[in-house]
């Protein structure tokens, strides 16, 4: 079996979080979808579970962070080029969320931030493998 990963996400809006999610460039997979949850595939093996907050605390007793004030998590997925980062960012611009720090660039990886619609906060990076390893170097071992 293909090892998998679902993220499940808390949302306010299951409808206007899909509407977000889809002007990335997800799919909607309406098979795993309603009115409480939509599940969103980025690949064969990643899906983004948005769960609408009332039915995700059904799987926790644990209280709800609020993404937009607190950090839990960094989503970070990589895309094919520098050009796939700013358009992915400027599409989580225009379906209404928020750039969140300026762009990194340090030569061999290039990255921005945004949130979405609540708060959740995603890195779309592109990294130069070879150029990586030119600029840092074989990893030095490590002993106990």
């Known amino acids: 079996m293909t090892k998998m990963i679902f993220v499940n996400l808390p949302v306010t809006s299951v409808a206007k979080a899909t509407a977000f999610y889809e002007a990335l460039g997800f799919t909607k997979n309406a098979m795993f979808s309603n009115e409480q949850a939509s599940a ?15 039915f995700y605390r059904t ?55 945004f949130e979405d619609l609540d708060g959740h906060t995603w890195e779309p990076m592109f990294m130069d493998m070879a150029a990586a390893a030119e600029t840092m170097g074989q990893p030095e071992t490590v002993t106990a």
């Open 40 to 54: 969103m595939e980025w690949s064969e093996s990643i899906s983004v579970m948005l769960l609408h907050t009332a």
């Open 59 to 113: 799987f926790t007793d644990k209280a709800l962070i609020d993404a937009r004030t607190t950090s839990g998590v960094l989503l970070c997925i990589s895309r094919d080029s520098r050009q796939e980062v700013d358009a992915i960012t400027e599409a989580a611009i225009y379906a209404g969320g928020r750039e969140t720090r300026e762009r990194q660039d340090m030569g061999f990886m290039y990255s921005r931030a």
